[in-house]
């Protein structure tokens, strides 16, 4: 089956090195650039980055007298860019919604799009039945919308000639399994963070977010390559609360935005796709717009008070979560939640039952008279209840 990349809509660094990983590591046929108003001299600088070998494996969805000059192999017709230019030779493609456009398709292939609900457009949902689209499709015609790669064997068995990956293509990929239970970190008696880390690690934990409200830069900077060093050795994500900035000075997996940080947005720009981004959410409407600009996960809280954080959201308790967790599988919205916010053993089970991915504990592990061994009973009351 034959796969596509397209790439995210903004520009961001090293896109040009991912784009050569894609065609030549990451076993795509073709990368369509998509960067919606563009200029050709933005266009022309990530070709720089490109190896000219590969020109002919790329599709550009705009600036086609960048594609004519540079060689490259196709162009993609859309709203902005209807026809194809007089006295172009190359691959053409364009992309169409239904089934019944299908026979018209005249262009060397299209992408029949959403074939699913999804991942990057919150509510966009697919209408198109595999079963039913089969008969009509041909050697043209690629899936596009929600694609994923444990997708692709039964768009092969529906009759699909290939696939097109939006944000999987990109994406760094949340491990559930990791994500189940969450260590945000805090200062112990000697102010450090370090020495937590390292104890709820040895407990099992294997999800960390390295949090120190008030340190200085350096501070964080010295703590920050402790726990990417401990997070390595026990095979960890390690994640950096707030700080955009030592991402990857830190080689950091991503990064923990609160509602008063960096947007997603701005914060996906600078890091490019390949970085855990999560957001903070206390509402629905949150969770819409964090996924909307970019968030790989949601920090979902606080379930009720809890002395590690200042200017607490309103409590949402297990009916806020019910609610919350509801509206997103209405919406479509399948990013894994976490709750976070004074949640104690008791509160486990309950607050997973209402359809959160993970819990984030802090204090009630660090309290104990052994974290280690805490964590470890954490992690079994997590099993027992998912």
């Known amino acids: 089956m034959r796969l596509i990349a397209i790439t995210e809509p903004y520009f961001y660094p090293g896109e040009g090195a991912d784009i050569v990983r894609a065609l030549t590591e990451g076993g795509f046929d073709r990368v369509h650039i998509r960067k919606p108003g563009a200029t050709d001299a933005e266009i022309g600088r990530l070709l720089d980055d490109i190896d000219p070998s590969l020109y002919g494996r790329l599709s550009l969805h705009d600036c086609f007298g960048v594609a004519a000059l540079r060689g490259i192999g196709g162009i993609h017709l859309n709203s902005r860019n209807p026809g194809t230019p007089a006295g172009w030779t190359g691959i053409v493609s364009r992309s169409i919604h239904s089934p019944e456009e299908i026979a018209g398709v005249s262009e060397d292939y299209a992408f029949l799009s959403p074939v699913f609900d999804s991942i990057s457009k919150p509510g966009y949902r697919s209408r198109i039945d595999l079963a039913s689209v089969g008969p009509l499709l041909n050697d043209r015609i690629y899936a596009l919308g929600g694609v994923t790669r444990d ?26 399994k990791a994500f189940r239970l969450q260590f945000i970190s805090h200062p112990g008696a000697d102010g450090s963070v370090t020495g937590g880390v390292r104890r709820v690690l040895d407990g099992g934990c294997r999800w960390v977010q390295l949090r120190h409200k008030d340190a200085s830069i350096d501070t964080l900077r010295d703590e920050g390559r402790v726990c990417r060093d401990l997070c390595s050795r026990y095979g960890a994500t390690f994640i950096i609360d707030d700080h955009v900035e030592l991402v990857r000075e830190l080689h950091a997996d991503g990064v923990h935005l609160g509602k008063n940080d960096m947007p997603v947005a701005e914060a996906r720009r600078l890091l490019g796709p390949s970085v855990i981004i ?23 809280g606080p379930y009720r008070f809890t002395s590690t954080k200042a200017n607490l959201s309103p409590i949402l308790g297990l009916e806020g979560y019910d609610r919350i967790v509801g509206c997103c599988r209405s919406a479509g919205i399948s990013v894994p939640i976490v709750a976070i916010g004074g949640i104690d053993d008791d509160d486990i089970g309950p607050v997973l039952r209402t359809g959160v991915s993970g819990i984030a504990i802090s204090s009630s592990i660090l309290r104990a008279p052994v974290p280690a061994e805490k964590t470890r009973q954490i992690l079994e009351l997590i099993d027992k209840n998912t």
């Open 151 to 176: 997708r692709l064997y039964a768009l092969e068995a529906a009759g699909f000639a290939g696939a097109a990956m939006l944000g999987a293509a990109w994406r760094a990929t949340v491990d559930r």
């Open 278 to 300: 999560g957001a903070t959410a206390n509402t629905f409407d949150d969770i819409v717009r964090a996924v909307a600009e970019g968030a790989d996960y949601i920090g979902l």
